[in-house]
Protein backbone atom coordinates (compact mmCIF):
# COMPACT_ATOMS: atom_id res chain seq x y z
CA UNK A 1 0.00 0.00 0.00
CA UNK A 2 1.65 3.29 -0.76
CA UNK A 3 -0.25 7.21 -0.51
CA UNK A 4 1.76 8.41 -3.25
CA UNK A 5 2.82 7.30 -6.95
CA UNK A 6 4.69 4.19 -7.54
CA UNK A 7 7.30 3.84 -8.72
CA UNK A 8 7.30 0.91 -11.62
CA UNK A 9 9.63 -1.19 -12.17
CA UNK A 10 9.97 -3.48 -15.06
CA UNK A 11 7.82 -6.54 -13.64
CA UNK A 12 5.40 -3.97 -12.77
CA UNK A 13 5.12 -1.93 -15.95
CA UNK A 14 4.85 -5.61 -17.45
CA UNK A 15 2.06 -6.05 -15.54
CA UNK A 16 0.16 -3.09 -16.47
CA UNK A 17 0.49 -3.67 -19.61
CA UNK A 18 -0.48 -7.11 -19.81
CA UNK A 19 -3.40 -6.40 -17.66
CA UNK A 20 -4.91 -3.16 -19.41
CA UNK A 21 -3.48 -2.96 -23.08
CA UNK A 22 -5.76 -3.63 -25.94
CA UNK A 23 -3.76 -2.41 -28.42
CA UNK A 24 -5.35 -2.96 -31.70
CA UNK A 25 -3.44 -4.95 -34.13
CA UNK A 26 -3.04 -1.92 -37.01
CA UNK A 27 -1.82 0.54 -34.04
CA UNK A 28 0.99 -2.57 -33.07
CA UNK A 29 2.23 -2.70 -36.63
CA UNK A 30 2.52 1.14 -36.97
CA UNK A 31 5.13 0.98 -33.38
CA UNK A 32 6.73 -1.76 -35.25
CA UNK A 33 7.30 0.10 -38.27
CA UNK A 34 8.18 2.98 -36.34
CA UNK A 35 10.42 1.71 -34.25
CA UNK A 36 12.70 1.25 -37.33
CA UNK A 37 12.93 5.23 -37.55
CA UNK A 38 15.99 6.82 -35.92
CA UNK A 39 13.67 8.84 -34.25
CA UNK A 40 11.31 6.32 -32.78
CA UNK A 41 11.80 7.38 -29.26
CA UNK A 42 9.42 10.32 -30.38
CA UNK A 43 6.06 8.08 -30.38
CA UNK A 44 4.16 8.02 -27.39
CA UNK A 45 3.62 5.16 -25.50
CA UNK A 46 0.99 2.73 -26.15
CA UNK A 47 -0.49 2.67 -22.58
CA UNK A 48 -0.60 6.89 -23.11
CA UNK A 49 -2.51 5.63 -26.50
CA UNK A 50 -5.05 3.80 -24.77
CA UNK A 51 -5.79 6.72 -22.45
CA UNK A 52 -5.73 9.30 -24.67
CA UNK A 53 -8.52 7.49 -26.66
CA UNK A 54 -10.55 6.52 -23.13
CA UNK A 55 -10.20 10.14 -22.23
CA UNK A 56 -11.59 11.33 -25.89
CA UNK A 57 -14.45 8.90 -24.97
CA UNK A 58 -15.20 10.35 -21.93
CA UNK A 59 -15.37 13.94 -23.35
CA UNK A 60 -17.13 13.25 -25.61
CA UNK A 61 -14.46 15.07 -27.99
CA UNK A 62 -15.85 15.76 -31.99
CA UNK A 63 -13.60 18.28 -32.31
CA UNK A 64 -9.30 18.16 -31.92
CA UNK A 65 -6.29 19.50 -32.16
CA UNK A 66 -2.84 17.78 -32.70
CA UNK A 67 0.57 19.51 -32.30
CA UNK A 68 3.49 17.09 -33.65
CA UNK A 69 1.98 14.27 -35.33
CA UNK A 70 5.20 12.29 -36.24
CA UNK A 71 4.19 8.63 -37.94
CA UNK A 72 0.54 9.00 -36.93
CA UNK A 73 -0.22 6.72 -33.86
CA UNK A 74 -1.35 8.95 -31.47
CA UNK A 75 -3.91 10.92 -33.81
CA UNK A 76 -5.20 7.03 -34.88
CA UNK A 77 -5.87 6.46 -31.47
CA UNK A 78 -7.54 9.74 -31.11
CA UNK A 79 -9.08 9.17 -34.92
CA UNK A 80 -10.92 5.70 -33.70
CA UNK A 81 -11.83 6.79 -30.77
CA UNK A 82 -13.78 9.84 -32.51
CA UNK A 83 -17.47 9.51 -33.72
CA UNK A 84 -17.73 9.25 -37.36
CA UNK A 85 -18.14 13.07 -37.84
CA UNK A 86 -15.33 13.95 -35.39
CA UNK A 87 -12.90 15.95 -36.73
CA UNK A 88 -8.97 16.26 -35.99
CA UNK A 89 -6.97 19.22 -36.97
CA UNK A 90 -3.06 17.54 -37.06
CA UNK A 91 0.19 19.93 -37.30
CA UNK A 92 3.59 18.35 -38.28
CA UNK A 93 6.08 20.11 -40.42
CA UNK A 94 7.19 16.55 -41.72
CA UNK A 95 6.49 15.37 -45.28
CA UNK A 96 7.65 12.12 -44.82
CA UNK A 97 6.61 11.20 -41.42
CA UNK A 98 2.95 11.71 -42.00
CA UNK A 99 3.24 9.99 -45.26
CA UNK A 100 3.37 6.91 -42.87
CA UNK A 101 0.68 7.95 -40.54
CA UNK A 102 -1.77 8.75 -44.05
CA UNK A 103 -1.11 5.47 -45.14
CA UNK A 104 -2.41 4.24 -41.26
CA UNK A 105 -5.14 6.05 -41.11
CA UNK A 106 -6.45 5.62 -44.49
CA UNK A 107 -6.17 1.44 -43.62
CA UNK A 108 -8.38 2.07 -40.53
CA UNK A 109 -10.55 4.23 -42.37
CA UNK A 110 -10.52 7.24 -40.09
CA UNK A 111 -8.46 9.82 -42.73
CA UNK A 112 -11.74 11.62 -43.54
CA UNK A 113 -11.78 12.71 -40.03
CA UNK A 114 -8.40 14.09 -40.27
CA UNK A 115 -7.26 17.32 -41.62
CA UNK A 116 -3.53 17.43 -41.68
CA UNK A 117 -1.37 20.72 -41.66
CA UNK A 118 2.55 20.80 -42.96
CA UNK A 119 3.34 23.95 -41.71
CA UNK A 120 4.49 25.39 -38.15
CA UNK A 121 2.21 24.89 -35.60
CA UNK A 122 1.87 28.13 -34.64
CA UNK A 123 1.21 29.56 -38.17
CA UNK A 124 -1.80 26.81 -38.50
CA UNK A 125 -3.43 27.48 -35.37
CA UNK A 126 -3.30 31.04 -35.46
CA UNK A 127 -4.93 30.59 -38.87
CA UNK A 128 -7.53 28.34 -37.24
CA UNK A 129 -8.21 31.63 -34.33
CA UNK A 130 -8.93 33.36 -37.37
CA UNK A 131 -11.15 31.09 -39.63
CA UNK A 132 -13.29 29.12 -36.66
CA UNK A 133 -12.74 31.12 -33.34
CA UNK A 134 -11.67 30.63 -30.01
CA UNK A 135 -13.77 28.12 -28.34
CA UNK A 136 -14.51 25.91 -30.66
CA UNK A 137 -12.46 22.37 -29.94
CA UNK A 138 -12.90 20.06 -27.39
CA UNK A 139 -9.66 18.62 -27.11
CA UNK A 140 -5.58 19.29 -27.78
CA UNK A 141 -2.44 17.15 -27.19
CA UNK A 142 0.73 18.70 -27.78
CA UNK A 143 3.89 16.76 -28.39
CA UNK A 144 6.27 18.38 -30.68
CA UNK A 145 9.52 21.19 -29.94
CA UNK A 146 9.65 21.59 -26.66
CA UNK A 147 10.65 25.56 -26.49
CA UNK A 148 7.45 26.02 -28.15
CA UNK A 149 5.26 24.29 -25.91
CA UNK A 150 4.53 27.63 -24.23
CA UNK A 151 3.43 28.92 -27.12
CA UNK A 152 1.30 26.05 -28.23
CA UNK A 153 -0.72 25.88 -24.80
CA UNK A 154 -1.24 29.52 -25.28
CA UNK A 155 -2.82 29.16 -28.73
CA UNK A 156 -4.53 25.78 -28.15
CA UNK A 157 -6.10 27.75 -24.88
CA UNK A 158 -7.72 30.14 -26.74
CA UNK A 159 -8.65 27.37 -29.09
CA UNK A 160 -10.58 25.37 -26.49
CA UNK A 161 -14.38 25.91 -25.20
CA UNK A 162 -14.37 25.94 -21.47
CA UNK A 163 -14.24 22.90 -19.97
CA UNK A 164 -12.18 21.68 -22.85
CA UNK A 165 -8.96 19.64 -22.50
CA UNK A 166 -4.76 19.95 -22.93
CA UNK A 167 -2.85 16.98 -22.63
CA UNK A 168 0.87 18.07 -22.54
CA UNK A 169 2.79 15.06 -23.60
CA UNK A 170 6.68 15.05 -21.86
CA UNK A 171 6.16 16.75 -18.89
CA UNK A 172 8.59 14.92 -16.42
CA UNK A 173 11.11 14.94 -19.87
CA UNK A 174 12.84 11.35 -18.88
CA UNK A 175 13.14 13.21 -15.10
CA UNK A 176 15.64 16.49 -16.09
CA UNK A 177 12.89 18.60 -15.19
CA UNK A 178 13.89 17.73 -11.90
CA UNK A 179 17.35 17.48 -12.27
CA UNK A 180 19.16 21.18 -11.56
CA UNK A 181 22.13 20.12 -13.46
CA UNK A 182 20.54 19.79 -16.67
CA UNK A 183 20.20 23.51 -18.41
CA UNK A 184 19.57 23.17 -21.84
CA UNK A 185 16.73 24.70 -23.81
CA UNK A 186 14.24 22.07 -24.12
CA UNK A 187 14.43 20.82 -20.40
CA UNK A 188 14.21 24.63 -19.48
CA UNK A 189 11.57 25.20 -21.25
CA UNK A 190 9.30 22.13 -20.14
CA UNK A 191 10.56 23.46 -16.21
CA UNK A 192 9.51 27.20 -17.14
CA UNK A 193 6.47 25.65 -18.53
CA UNK A 194 5.52 23.35 -15.36
CA UNK A 195 6.25 26.62 -12.96
CA UNK A 196 3.82 28.41 -14.75
CA UNK A 197 0.76 25.92 -14.95
CA UNK A 198 1.23 25.63 -11.52
CA UNK A 199 -0.16 28.85 -10.58
CA UNK A 200 -2.50 29.28 -14.03
CA UNK A 201 -5.99 30.26 -12.30
CA UNK A 202 -7.41 29.75 -16.07
CA UNK A 203 -7.25 26.12 -16.19
CA UNK A 204 -7.19 23.13 -13.58
CA UNK A 205 -4.32 20.27 -13.82
CA UNK A 206 -3.32 17.27 -12.95
CA UNK A 207 0.56 15.95 -13.80
CA UNK A 208 0.45 12.19 -14.11
CA UNK A 209 3.35 9.99 -14.17
CA UNK A 210 2.23 8.32 -17.38
CA UNK A 211 4.80 7.08 -19.74
CA UNK A 212 7.02 10.62 -20.20
CA UNK A 213 4.62 12.15 -17.98
CA UNK A 214 1.52 13.48 -19.00
CA UNK A 215 -0.04 17.57 -18.14
CA UNK A 216 -3.71 17.50 -18.26
CA UNK A 217 -4.95 20.85 -18.19
CA UNK A 218 -9.19 21.63 -17.92
CA UNK A 219 -9.80 25.03 -19.35
CA UNK A 220 -11.93 26.86 -16.77
CA1 LIG B 1 6.35 12.91 -26.89
Known amino acids: MSNRTLTLNDELYQYLCD ?24 QIAPEQGQFIALLIKMLGVRNAIEVGTFTGYSA ?15 CDISESWTQVARRYWQTAGVDHKIQLHIAHAQATLERLLK ?90
Request: a negative charge; proline letters at 4%.
Open 19 to 42: HSLREPELLASLREETARDPMARM
Open 76 to 90: LCMALAMPRDGRLVC
Open 131 to 220: TEGARTFDFAFIDADKENYDSYYELCLRLLRPGGVIMLDNMLWGGRVADVATQDADTRALRALNNKLKDDVRVDISLLPVADGITLVRKR
